[in-house]
């Protein structure tokens, strides 16, 4: 080989195994233009393990080649590990691409869907672009990925796009190395690709691939409500600015208050509606496309059904062209909530859409590309400056995490009851699922083992170590008891949130941990929720906790706080606390508080409780906030909403609170602050000093931990630690106290990341042999 100067020198030869998301995110071509910069002849292709090269030239040539694949990945591509081996040179003359083969050994990931990309939006809107107005336009920067795959490894024939032969447009480009849509898999446009359609309930068409926009429009702001088929499956969507449908579709779907997401045509438009911070922005504007929570204008005129009793609003940009050219029109905010009855899980398919949602929606924009893996929307927030989850779905899985290992084995985190993501650990990896959703119901049992078993699939593993909660009438447990493992390991859900915030950040404990949440069920058969706890991987201690109350019809008291409310009067209050829950309630419901009051003297169907989420009810109920819950967290919610904008500068002004032992007595709380509402103190500094005392309480509670064990990281996990001003209130007090503080950033602090811990706690267990 001759360099440019006229030097002879050795030719030489590396094999790189390219491991991570390096399929569907235009790897291959970029390795290609990578070789052609550097003069470089070799191969590249596609395999179950990873991405293959095999690069050969000169030595430096070929060292300039790894240093800049290393250092400069697409945008898209997540590398974890790149294996090279020096292998006899072949004479290369050119470089080439290889088509895709499996092999035994699975390691590569399929990719996350990416919203569309700069360059086919333009060409959606242009005349001149023979991708105009298609709304299936995407390259290999952008479109559907998890969605739509089958297999692996990530080629056309392993996805729902295989049964739509590409015209010789769409070859050309998919075989141009030089093309944007070079190797692009779901590469389609109106001569080959899927089409759109509008039809009504009884599934006549209305509108085909040249008049739907227009139909559609029409329809939209005559107040119907259309269910549109998105990527990962269906959303319910009608006017965003129009009260009555916005009230008639809450009406429809039985959802009396949990706030509906908006899809906005962009960035101005959420300008006009809400507060955007730069971070915010770039969240909004991501390549995972989420929902971003914001915190709506103080003028901002949008109906007040959107989000109930909360000022803020999930608020997300459109992600595909179908979205992009909805919103073209004279739409400029959309909600766009889950298409699916409540609870249940995310319509898919056109038919069963006809079927479940056909008493909601009044139409339906479909199309006939299949969706493989039904994905809801991400919800996000930013906290700290930094991006956090209410849920982690479209747009981020399958990406894995890196995680601290300590055994082979293949463990398997089923996760909880709510907001339900399952875990699969691999090497160095975890594997977080989907949003599942909830247990409760059968179709959610069916959507997580349909799941768990594509996951499988697509990872090619078997699990040999299978973890859950302790929680003796928890479906999800009750699965994974029944599933073929070397090792069943049951793992208690405030052990688990602890254990999964460690491991997100790369570390394994010990650790202090303050978990609050609403309930999980305790070794001691009670519901823990309020806990200050230390631990690792292999086991826990408890401290301290909030003191245990009933909770007086169980599950009944959730749904009605007002029922914990008297509960906490009673248990705090004595003979005071009964008088006042029959001046609370002795008027509007007698019979059901006579009840009430009986099951506490008894104690029967009234667990032992000590949870945040009840602490947040009772205050959020005796500040008149209401009584009932319709949503998980409601109350909790919207007394945090409460706390003034401002408050994060002024000084902590507690409410009075005792330790007892290991328990903490809430009991001159709940004194004082019920002596603040009579006398008429505003609610809103009511809810300020009801946070200030948690986090005082807090602060004192992890020094008291770290004096008596010499640890200094204290873990923030459990939903409750969404409420902004608590978590940065208690995040600075720490700080200042001299405590190492670690969150969730990649995973939600709520049990929509409890999989993950439960999967580590699991693992070290069997690699201590402690199973």
């Known amino acids: 080989m001759v360099t440019p100067s006229g030097a002879a020198q050795e030719a030489t030869c590396l094999r790189l195994l390219v491991k991570g998301t390096v399929q569907g995110v235009g790897f291959r071509p970029f390795v290609y233009h990578l070789a052609q910069k550097h003069g470089l002849g070799g191969q590249v292709l596609n395999t179950t393990r990873g991405v293959i090269i095999e690069i050969e030239g000169t030595p430096a040539a070929v060292a300039a080649f790894v240093r800049e694949l290393r250092a400069h990945p697409p945008r898209l591509a997540r590398i974890e590990s790149v294996e090279e081996e020096t292998v006899p040179c072949r004479g290369y003359r050119a470089f080439t691409i290889v088509k895709s083969r499996g092999e035994a050994a699975r390691?590569?990931?399929?990719?996350?869907?990416?919203?569309?990309?700069?360059?086919?939006?333009?060409?959606?809107?242009?005349?001149?672009?023979?991708?105009?107005?298609?709304?299936?336009?995407?390259c290999t920067n952008c479109g559907p990925r998890f969605t739509i795959v089958r297999d692996i490894p990530y080629d056309r024939v392993q996805t729902s796009m295989a049964g739509f032969p590409m015209c010789p447009a769409c070859a050309r480009e998919y075989h141009d190395p030089a093309d944007r849509r070079f190797h692009a898999q779901p590469v389609a446009c109106p001569a080959c690709g899927p089409q759109v359609e509008l039809v009504d309930r009884a599934g006549r068409r209305l509108a085909g691939p040249d008049d739907w926009r227009e139909a559609v429009w029409e329809r939209l702001q005559g107040g119907a409500i259309v269910?549109?088929?998105?990527?990962?499956?269906?959303?319910?969507?009608?006017?965003?600015?129009?009260?009555?449908?916005v009230e008639e579709l809450r009406r429809r779907k039985g959802r009396d208050a949990k706030p509906f997401a908006v899809m906005a045509r962009d960035v101005e438009t959420v300008r006009r509606y809400c507060h955007l911070e730069a971070a915010?922005?770039?969240?909004?504007?991501?390549?995972?496309?989420?929902?971003?929570?914001?915190?709506?204008?103080?003028?901002?005129?949008?109906?007040?059904?959107?989000?109930?009793?909360?000022?803020?609003?999930?608020?997300?940009?459109?992600?595909?062209?179908?979205?992009?050219?909805?919103?073209?029109?004279?739409l400029d905010l959309l909600v766009m909530t889950s298409g699916n009855k409540s609870e249940l899980p995310l319509v898919k398919e056109n038919e069963r859409a006809l079927a479940e949602l056909g008493d909601i929606a009044d139409y339906f924009l479909w199309h006939n590309r299949p969706i493989v893996n039904r994905c809801d929307d991400s919800v996000t927030f930013v906290l700290a400056a930094q991006p956090r989850f209410v849920r982690r779905s479209r747009g981020y899985v399958p990406q894995g995490i890196n995680v601290p290992r300590f055994s082979r084995a293949v463990v398997l985190g089923i996760g909880g009851e709510m907001k339900n993501a399952f875990c699969l650990l691999k090497q160095q990896q975890a594997f977080m699922s989907q949003h599942i959703g909830e247990m409760e119901h059968l179709e959610g049992e069916e959507f997580l083992q349909e799941s768990l078993s594509q996951w499988q699939k697509f990872l090619a593993v078997t699990p040999e170590v299978v973890a859950y909660d302790l929680h003796p009438d928890y479906a999800a447990s009750r699965l994974a008891r029944s599933l073929p493992a070397a090792a069943h390991v049951g793992v208690q859900h405030h052990h688990a949130h602890l254990a999964s915030c460690l491991g997100e950040n790369g570390e394994s404990g010990p650790a202090i941990g303050l978990i609050l949440d609403g309930t999980g069920y305790g070794p001691d058969g009670h519901l823990w929720g309020f806990e200050i706890l230390s631990g690792d991987f292999i086991s826990f201690r408890r401290h301290y906790h909030l003191r245990y109350l009933p909770l007086p019809g169980g599950e009944q008291a959730v749904r009605q706080p007002w029922r914990t409310a008297v509960s906490y009067l009673c248990g705090y209050l004595g003979e005071e606390g009964v008088a006042l829950a029959y001046e609370l309630w002795g008027k509007t419901r007698q019979a059901e508080l006579e009840v009430v009051l009986g099951l506490l003297r008894t104690r029967f169907n009234s667990p032992l409780a000590c949870g945040c989420g009840r602490l947040f009810d009772a205050v959020a109920v005796l500040l008149g906030l209401g009584e009932l819950g319709t949503y998980e967290g409601q109350l909790a919610v919207e007394l945090g909403e409460l706390v003034p904008r401002g408050a994060l500068g002024l000084p902590l002004e507690p409410y009075p609170y005792a330790f007892a032992g290991e328990e903490i007595d809430a009991g001159p709380l709940v004194a004082s602050l019920w002596q603040d509402c009579r006398q008429g103190t505003a609610k809103e500094t009511v809810a300020k000093r009801f946070h200030d005392t948690l986090v005082v309480l807090l602060v004192e509670a992890a020094q008291r931990v770290a004096g008596e064990t010499g640890l200094s990281r204290v873990v923030l996990s459990g939903g409750t630690w969404q409420n902004r001003y608590l978590f940065l209130r208690v995040e600075e007090e720490l700080r200042r106290a001299g405590l190492i503080v670690l969150s969730h950033r990649q995973v939600p602090a709520n049990d929509g990341g409890l999989a993950l811990g439960q999967a580590l706690v699991a693992d070290r267990r069997w690699e201590q042999g402690c199973a």
């Open 107 to 138: 390691e590569a990931m399929v990719p996350a869907d990416v919203a569309t990309c700069e360059d086919c939006r333009r060409e959606v809107f242009d005349p001149e672009d023979r991708h105009h107005l298609y709304p299936f336009t995407n």
């Open 227 to 245: 269910a549109i088929k998105g990527l990962g499956g269906f959303h319910l969507a009608c006017d965003a600015k129009c009260a009555a449908a």
């Open 280 to 330: 915010e922005e770039e969240l909004l504007t991501s390549p995972a496309a989420p929902i971003v929570i914001l915190e709506r204008l103080s003028d901002c005129p949008l109906p007040a059904a959107l989000a109930p009793n909360l000022r803020t609003l999930g608020v997300m940009l459109p992600y595909t062209p179908l979205h992009f050219l909805l919103l073209s029109g004279p």
